[in-house]
């Protein structure tokens, strides 16, 4: 590593006064700036020394003769040696971009001051380059970095479910259910859905989806909520503005990671003919499955698929992560009282509104986060939202220390 890495006024100060005028360069110099006042370089809360001691550490616990004698066992940590790795490599590659950029700012400021257009012209180009890398590397460990609850690197099974309305709520759940797979498959998450129950005319009632990637839930976590949209109503003759709200719910998906105690003697398990379109084979055999669980009275269903068996699995799924859910409540007292208001989908509980009409705007009453683009956030970007919605949780729970 060249010396001056962590020092940016050592290198990159030397031609922010000659190019201040140009675009190009300030957002290449912000960049840098963002990189050396973030919190992941040394002495940051990316704790480079740490991570690398305990992948030595796992190195010589599999190393062990003994070692892969109880696999069970070895699986968690085989899991945390790869996400170590993942954090490690992210960094390096981070550290990297930083360097390059540093040296292509002071090749692209020589051609300035030597008037070798040419040459200033393709670094300058280089720069910008490299400058939109760091920045894409810079928010993605960022994000890494606050994602350190203990469900945040599960999977997620999300709930969505129209508030009154009839079918505009409904159109409005389904539009929601379009985004968040849209941004799943953007992600390179798998997205599926495990129950769906479809509107009369348009939209679903409720629908249930896995999606699976790294940290799924600790990225979507914050979309949980009433999300308010306000619109010229399609289903509308008289072309009037009505306002549409649905909620949306997240679950930790504990897998088999989590160890949860389910007796059968617990469940009530009733199977029924699946409702909806679906073929021939899922609405005329008894293949829908919905599970009780008779201590607590959670209730999970799945009919998506075309075998009891599958639909049997699915629920028990969900089940396994609302119970999980549950024990997690009953341990955090203060998280209960995000639920307090969960029942009422209406208007003064929203955490985003969606607007179309009068004017384009998505905004988050928590981060005050928003922008213009509508058409983007339902079409799956809301990485703005989310990344936010992060730093946002992050720093509340800092200053309630």
Known sequence: MKAGFFNFSDRAGLPVQRISTCCKWRNCVLAVLRFRNSSIPSGGVFDLPSREARLAEIERIISR??????????????KEKSRL???????????????????????????????????????LAALSEQADRLEALLTSTEMTILLS?????????????????GTEAQDWAE?????????A???????????????????????????????????????????????????????????????????????????IEIRDADLRIDVYRASGAGGQHVNKTESAVRITHLPTGIVAQCQNEKSQHSNRESAMRILRARLYE??????DAARQADYAGKDAIAFGS??????????????DHRTNAETG?????????????????????????????
Request: glycine share 8%; proline share 3%; no cysteine.
């Open 65 to 78: 003769p003994d070692a892969w004698n109880d696999q069970e066992a070895l699986t968690p940590v085989l």
């Open 85 to 123: 790795e993942n954090e490690v490599e992210r960094y390096r590659a981070l550290e990297s971009s930083h360097a390059d950029m540093l040296d292509w700012l002071e090749l692209a400021a020589e051609g300035a001051e030597g008037e070798s257009g040419g040459e200033g012209e393709e670094a």
């Open 149 to 165: 609850g203990e469900a945040d690197r599960m999977n997620a099974i999300m709930e969505i479910h129209p508030g009154a309305g």
């Open 175 to 183: 539009m929601l259910e379009r985004m968040y797979l849209r941004w």
């Open 185 to 259: 498959d953007e992600q390179g998450f798998r997205a599926s859905v495990l129950d769906s129950l479809p509107g009369e005319e348009a939209g679903i009632k409720s629908v249930t989806m896995r999606i699976e990637g790294e940290n799924a839930y600790g990225l979507l976590q914050g979309e949980k909520g009433i999300h308010r949209l306000i619109r010229i109503s399609p289903f509308d003759s008289s072309g009037r503005r009505h306002t549409s709200f649905a909620s949306v719910d997240l679950l930790p998906d504990a897998g088999d990671e989590i160890s």
């Open 326 to 331: 549950h024990e997690r409540s009953k341990r």
């Open 350 to 363: 929203q955490i985003r509104t969606y607007t179309l009409q009068p004017y384009r705007l998505v905004k």
């Open 373 to 401: 683009n509508v058409d983007a956030v339902l079409d799956g970007s809301i990485d703005l939202f989310i990344n936010a919605y992060l730093k946002w949780i992050n720093s509340s729970e800092k200053e309630a220390e």
